[in-house]
């Protein structure tokens, strides 16, 4: 049941993804119209404040079955989105509810925990004013369908998103 439960959410979230994304196929300019009448209008990224942060995040490794990957306070895996630009997210407002960032109060409390180079823990504010983490440069995100700490299940979903390494790069 629990399985049947969190691959349906990640179906969920994937769908929505892929539609938030666009086509990107390079077709002609005739089937691209077809395709913008059928399908719905693409959702904007939040300009509304993320949750507040109760405190300092703290940014560890832990050990999963796709090998060490960036974790949170919670030992929850941190994913990166592949499409965002820069510093400042581009995921669409709708998906943020499933990968809520991480964020912090002020700019000094992301901290590295063990295993985590401080150098390459960073803070980016966004256009509403909150703070997100980020690490080598990505900005890092929590994933609803990942239930107890260890847990990789939004590893490589669409394709778009991915655990970190301690490195900070994409996790294989």
Not at 26 to 48: F, I, L, R, V
Request: proline share 7%; with cysteine.
């Amino acid at each position: 049941m629990r399985r049947t439960l969190i691959a349906l959410l990640a179906l969920l979230t994937f769908g929505a993804a892929v539609a938030a994304c666009g086509d990107d196929s390079g077709g002609d300019d005739e089937s691209k119209e077809e395709t913008e009448q059928e399908e719905p209008a693409e959702e904007e990224p939040a300009d509304e404040p993320a949750e507040e942060p109760a405190g300092p995040a703290t940014v560890s490794v832990a050990s999963t079955g796709i090998g060490e990957v960036l974790v949170g306070l919670d030992g929850k895996t941190l994913y990166l989105y592949a499409s965002d630009q820069g510093n400042t997210s581009t995921v669409p407002a709708n998906i943020l509810s499933a990968w809520p960032p991480l964020t912090v109060a002020s700019a000094d409390a992301a901290v590295a925990g063990e295993g985590v180079d401080q150098a390459k823990v960073g803070t980016a504010p966004q256009p509403d004013g909150s703070i997100w983490v980020t690490y080598n440069g990505h900005l890092l995100y929590g994933f609803s369908g990942d239930a107890a700490a260890g847990d990789t299940n939004g590893h490589k979903l669409g394709n778009i998103w991915f655990a970190l390494t301690p490195a900070g790069d994409q996790a294989p």
